[in-house]
T-cell receptor
Framework: EPEVTQTPSHQVTQMGQEVILRCVPISNHLYFYWYRQILGQKVEFLVSFYNNEISEKSEIFDDQFSVERPDGSNFTLKIRSTKLEDSAMYFC??????????FGPGTRLTVT | QQPVQSPQAVILREGEDAVINCSSSKALYSVHWYRQKHGEAPVFLMILLKGGEQKGHDKISASFNEKKQQSSLYLTASQLSYSGTYFCGTEYSGNTGKLIFGQGTTLQVKP
């Protein structure tokens, strides 16, 4: 069964460093998402991406964040200068056109 | 704009039933239900797209009351594997698929 994959599973970085989180959405899906979940809290929407551009973003998704689909399979989230409060689990999700979103296993980002 | 889930937590014995509610103060386009186990990704359970729609999956079903802007998740004859945190994700327009999640309901099923 097709699934969303994410790498790395855990990333440790120092404050101020840039990180890139990678995702491979389900191959025929058209919408891609990033969500984050701070430990013990709810899942929060960051950004949606469709037709090679951002279709919607949240207030969390400020200038420090960017997304890219560099080729036909990968979907990346870049954080330019990480802060302690960026520590969270980051989930990538994808959906076909409408309907259910399928989540990847997540990348745990730890900023020290 | 965040949906409100109730209860926050529930403890059951195997075989008992539970209902989890998700309420919105704003008109909903759809409601998505997910279950998340500790340290894992949310797993999609079901989506409700129309007011009054009911969907079922094994012993888990859900309803969507459009007038009340509320969805309920019904777990019947609970099993140990049902333990986890249940989130409702609400979609307010049908455009981008942006989901706003409730704060979650922790369900613990004991033998």
């Amino acid at each position: 069964e097709p699934e969303v994959t994410q790498t790395p599973s855990h990333q440790v970085t120092q404050m101020g460093q840039e990180v890139i989180l990678r995702c491979v959405p389900i191959s025929n899906h058209l919408y891609f998402y990033w969500y984050r979940q701070i430990l013990g809290q709810k899942v929060e929407f960051l950004v949606s991406f469709y037709n090679n551009e951002i279709s919607e973003k949240s207030e969390i998704f400020d200038d420090q964040f960017s997304v890219e689909r560099p080729d036909g399979s990968n979907f990346t989230l870049k954080i330019r200068s990480t802060k302690l409060e960026d520590s969270a689990m980051y989930f990538c999700a994808s959906r076909l056109l409408v309907g259910e979103q399928y989540f990847g296993p997540g990348t745990r980002l730890t900023v020290t | 704009q965040q949906p409100v889930q109730s209860p926050q937590a529930v403890i059951l014995r195997e075989g008992e039933d539970a209902v989890i509610n998700c309420s919105s103060s704003k008109a909903l386009y759809s409601v998505h239900w997910y279950r998340q186990k500790h340290g894992e990704a949310p797993v999609f359970l079901m989506i409700l797209l129309k007011g009054g729609e009911q969907k079922g999956h094994d012993k888990i079903s859900a309803s969507f009351n459009e007038k009340k802007q509320q969805s309920s998740l019904y777990l019947t004859a609970s099993q140990l594997s049902y333990s986890g945190t249940y989130f409702c994700g609400t979609e307010y327009s049908g455009n981008t698929g942006k989901l706003i999640f409730g704060q979650g309901t922790t369900l613990q099923v004991k033998p």
